[in-house]
């Protein structure tokens, strides 16, 4: 079992910065694929970025690529979504996720956090 706990979501003005915080739990922490997805009001939930840690990867959304970064702590076993330039569009529930698989689809997901809400006002 792994549990998730997102932290650092806010309000922020547009082209300011945030960082979110996904700790997680259990020993086995580092055989997880760990993800992070977004839900905007009205909308279903998309895939934002995501982490590998050995090999070390990472791989992201076209809307977020070169303004956000994923990154992590195996000693702390948090993962972090730094987030830069931000825009009003940005605006949704973040969701931290793990998974033993490397896709993006929501239902690959075998874990998830109950999500930390990120408002960009314009």
């Known amino acids: 079992q792994v549990q998730l706990v997102e932290s650092g979501g806010g309000l922020v003005q547009a082209g300011g910065s945030l960082r979110l915080s996904c700790a997680a739990s259990?020993?086995?922490?580092?055989?997880?694929?760990m993800y992070w997805f977004r839900q905007a009001p009205g909308k279903e939930r998309e895939f934002v970025a995501r982490k590998t840690w050995s090999p070390t990867s990472t791989y992201y959304a076209d809307s977020v690529k070169g303004r956000f970064l994923i990154f992590g702590d195996s000693i702390k076993n948090t993962v972090y979504l730094q987030m830069n330039r931000l825009k009003p569009e940005d605006t949704a529930v973040y969701y931290c996720?793990?998974?033993?698989?490397?896709?993006?689809?929501?239902?690959?997901?075998?874990?998830w956090g109950k999500g930390t809400l990120v408002t960009v006002s314009s």
């Open positions: 259990g020993r086995t922490f580092v055989s997880y694929v």
């Open positions: 996720a793990a998974s033993s698989r490397l896709q993006t689809a929501t239902s690959a997901m075998d874990y």
